[in-house]
């Protein structure tokens, strides 16, 4: 899957006959017709790092398309798995905007080399953990530590170490408002 020089101006062309955006999906399905030429009508997208690998090189290229758009000062490109949308060119968009850590991660192609399925497991555990809700091991433990807790510590417990401290140093009995503020994030984090 290595890109062509020609898939932006592809990409770009495709953009503008959809002025309204097109989702990720929608546009790798273009891209597997046959008189695109890019992916093949089989290609197996539930295959988590065939997956991985498509959505980096449309991301790759949408991003390169992006930078050329704005170079040129002929457009801008608003980029997302939900909608990709040829916008016009906003003087000044480009050069405002904060470094776009996105943009410099689908532009180095050694994070496409480096992610082998594994990598690509790990990526997907920690979407759905954060889609979740749920705490990597390093945020639980260091919830538990503000809450002065070990790594063993049930919900109950977790709950009955949380209103002592709570009662212990609340800022009505000389404790300091923000330490409270921080013993609450904690446990909410852990509930």
Not at 34 to 54: E, I, K, R, W, Y
Request: hydrophobic share 35%; aromatic share 8%; glycine share 6%.
């Amino acid at each position: 899957m290595n890109p062509s020089p020609d898939l932006t101006d592809l990409l770009h062309n495709l953009l503008q006959q959809a002025p309204q955006g097109i989702s990720e999906y929608a546009l790798i399905d273009r891209l597997k017709e046959p008189a695109m030429g890019v992916f093949t009508a089989d290609l197996d997208l539930s295959d988590n790092l065939v997956l991985f690998q498509t959505h980096f090189l449309l991301f790759n290229q949408l991003y390169q398309l992006r930078e050329q758009l704005r170079a040129r000062r002929e457009g801008d490109l608003q980029i997302s798995a939900l909608r990709i949308q040829l916008l016009p060119y906003s003087s000044g968009s480009a050069e405002l905007t904060e470094h776009d850590a996105l943009c410099s991660y689908y532009l180095d192609w050694q994070n496409l080399q480096e992610t082998d399925s594994g990598g690509v497991t790990q990526l997907l555990e920690g979407f759905w953990q954060r889609m979740a809700g749920q705490l990597s091991a390093d945020e639980r433990r260091e919830a538990l530590a503000v809450l002065e807790l070990d790594e063993q510590a049930d919900s109950e417990t977790i709950r009955r170490q949380y209103r002592r401290l709570m009662h212990q140093h609340h800022p009505d009995k000389g404790g300091q408002h923000q330490y409270c503020q921080l013993l609450t994030q904690a446990y909410r984090k852990l509930t």
